[in-house]
């Protein structure tokens, strides 16, 4: 088994300095948000690379921090605002999408209801829209700005999380892959049967990717016909997560490296992947280890304090990854070495299809969020 309700809606704002690499650190008094390089999907962007271009702090502050009613998904990043749902796993099925003001942390509108079978809420960003799917398949569209509704489409159950590029909202569901219109819903593309359900699939100018039951991996056409695939000639079981960086896919079923043009196999990795310039960096346990990405060729191994529960993504000069020991780190990605280590107030990451709304960290117009339960905090 693999990866909802608002009951109360209460909201309090806390404004707490942060120990940052052993020194207190005190909000900045006009502290503003960058524009340029937003986070707009899990693993900051469609082809999840783990990658923002967002250009941070040497030494972070905390910007602003928020509770709000139920624990919360990974952030978007976008239009001055950040975006989050959350939900309660345990309690009734349902959950809330919130907007909130990137420079303050106060609502900007919000919280808006969801609803779907179990407590999985997974949201995309594009063109100033935020998207949100639920386990139905059931995909809302919101306004960014106001919050108002535009459209909803139902797809299939067993759905994953979507990705929003190039005028289409994309899906994995129960058997196909979805490509609805960001304008109005309405369904553009609609792949034939592929193994597996509810895939995390990435998407370029290239085509779409999915990785998905049994270890069988599959490049779509941007009209969801299938381009090649080495499907495993079973049927079922859970999909995993794509990444894709320069020429090549990098599917978590079976953990395998392939060539994005023909699907030829090129290696396998093991942990889950961000990358910056030629470098691949994984996360798996309480390693970090990077490695380059034409060779495959290790660079460095560093392990770090606590299992690794939320990351890793890369920024301008640094990668980052969250553990259960609630330290937010940031290494160096030319030599692994420990540049800043920052306390939180709880544990970041977790959640999944059945299990809560899957949570991350992610960094975009030049600040980082990190949510850790009912908490949101801005560093920048």
């Known amino acids: 088994m693999r990866r909802k309700s608002s009951h109360s809606l209460w909201l309090v704002l806390v404004w707490t300095p942060l120990l940052v690499a052993g020194s207190l650190q005190s909000a900045p008094a006009n502290a503003t948000t960058l524009p340029g390089c937003p986070a707009v999907a899990w693993a900051e962007n469609p082809q999840h690379s783990g990658f923002s271009c967002t250009l941070l702090p040497d030494r972070l502050h905390d910007l602003w921090s928020v509770r709000l009613n139920h624990p919360t998904s990974y952030p978007l990043i976008a239009d001055g605002k950040v975006f989050v749902t959350t939900s309660q796993p345990g309690g009734s099925y349902g959950g809330s999408l919130y907007a909130l003001d990137a420079a303050t942390g106060a609502v900007a509108w919000g919280p808006i209801p969801l609803s779907g079978t179990y407590y999985f809420f997974p949201l995309a960003y594009d063109g100033g829209k935020v998207f949100v799917n639920n386990f ?81 991996q599959y490049k779509l056409s941007l009209t969801a016909q299938i381009v090649w695939s080495d499907m495993q000639g079973c049927s079922g079981g859970g999909g995993g997560d794509v990444s894709l960086w320069r020429s090549k896919m990098y599917g978590t079923n079976g953990n395998v490296i392939l060539k994005k043009v023909d699907g030829t196999s090129v290696g396998s990795f093991a942990g889950r992947p961000a990358f910056r310039h030629e470098r691949a960096f994984f996360a798996n346990g309480n390693s970090v280890f990077a490695e380059d990405v034409k060779t495959q060729v290790p660079l460095w191994t560093v392990s770090v304090a606590g299992t690794i529960t939320a990351g890793p993504i890369t920024t301008r000069g640094a990668v980052w990854v969250a553990t259960a020991s609630k330290y937010l780190i940031e290494l160096s990605p030319s030599t692994g070495g420990v540049l800043s280590k920052l306390t939180l107030n709880g544990v970041p990451g977790g959640g999944g299809e059945y299990s809560g709304d899957p949570s991350d960290i992610n960094a975009g117009d030049g600040m980082l969020v990190v949510p850790t339960g009912r908490t949101v905090t801005a560093y920048g």
């Open 136 to 216: 139905d398949g059931k995909v809302v569209a919101f306004d960014a700005t106001t919050g108002a509704q535009r459209w909803a489409t139902q797809t299939e159950y067993f759905s994953g999380v979507p990705i929003a590029t190039g005028g289409t909202v994309w899906l994995h569901g129960s058997s196909d892959v979805w490509g609805l219109a960001e304008t109005d819903g309405s369904v553009a593309a609609q792949s034939t049967y592929l193994d597996g359900d509810g895939s995390t699939i990435a998407a370029d100018s290239t085509g779409v990717y999915a990785s998905t039951g049994c270890g069988s």
